[in-house]
């Protein structure tokens, strides 16, 4: 078994009643939810929306929130402005439960305040400054429970943005209440990859048993004025990535159950993708 869903923000801001209906018609089973993108008004937080409106408007279009999205910065350079996303955060912990939902996914930062590269983002100073925030999250986690902290690497910009540094980041925070959502091709730098298989290995090798979800999407590579570039996101499976061989890993992971979230996508072209990933799904061993 293996859930599709979606991003709801890449159907524009709706009211939540409108914005189950639109999803629902695309086929999928579940949505990831970030209030500040997808809803009106640009909510911050759960705690100032009406909750229940929202779980009974994707409820009724049988749609569970598989993840609330609070894309936050965790090594923010003001402390102030650490400290207010870090407790945004940690709202959205708590709300999570009341929305059936297990997971509150965000990426890792940079040095820079809008999360924009920057050279000491690889420095061994943020990279402890990530692990003092996210062990802060983590511990508000497991103690609420039952919900996770689902980190999301990005290449060359963020923080962690390399398998290595995923694997690094786990081993310094092990707990249940950490995982990640595994973006393949965020992890590809702009210059691309040459081997797709060794690739692929190192990701599961390196945090295949933590992965909580899936982003999927696709790229190819086009000629820049320095050499082949990545380009903008495309549909998965439109493109270079081997979904095949993500879909062969996480059946060896035992990962059947996880949410896989079509994303970054024109709404017209979710079910066609839906359709031609779960046939993929099927047929690969």
Not at 86 to 102: S, T
Not at 184 to 190: D, T, Y
Request: charged share 25%.
């Amino acid at each position: 078994m293996i859930r599709f869903g979606c991003r709801a923000h890449d159907f524009g801001k709706k009211a939540p009643e409108e914005l189950a209906q639109d999803i629902a018609k695309t086929g999928v089973e579940c949505v990831q939810l970030a209030l500040s993108k997808a809803l009106p008004e640009s909510p911050a937080s759960p705690g100032i929306t009406d909750v229940p409106a929202i779980v009974s408007a994707f409820n009724s279009q049988n749609l569970q929130i598989a993840v609330l999205g609070c894309y936050i910065n965790p090594v923010h350079p003001d402390l102030n402005e650490r400290t207010k996303a870090l407790a945004r955060f940690e709202d959205h912990l708590a709300w999570a439960p009341n929305m059936g939902c297990a997971i509150v996914g965000t990426e890792t930062g940079s040095v820079q305040p809008d999360c924009s590269y920057h050279p000491e983002t690889l420095s061994d100073a943020t990279f402890k400054q990530l692990v003092i925030s996210i062990t802060r999250l983590v511990r508000y986690a497991e103690n609420i429970g039952p919900v996770i902290v689902g980190i999301e690497p990005v290449a060359e910009k963020h923080t962690i943005q390399s398998p290595a540094l995923v694997k690094r980041l786990l081993d310094e925070i092990d707990s249940p209440a950490l995982g990640v959502i595994f973006d393949p091709v965020n992890l590809v730098p702009e210059t691309g990859i040459r081997l797709q298989d060794a690739f692929l290995d190192e990701c599961f090798e390196s945090f295949g048993s933590k992965i909580i979800a899936i982003h999927a999407k696709d790229y190819i590579l086009c000629e820049g004025s320095c050499g082949p570039v990545k380009s903008k996101s495309l549909p998965a499976g439109t493109g270079e990535l081997d979904w095949a061989g993500v879909f062969r890993r996480m059946k060896r992971f035992k990962l059947e159950g996880l949410p896989v979230l079509i994303e970054d996508i024109d709404p017209r072209f979710i079910a066609k993708t839906r359709a031609y990933l779960q046939k993929l799904w099927d047929d690969t061993c």
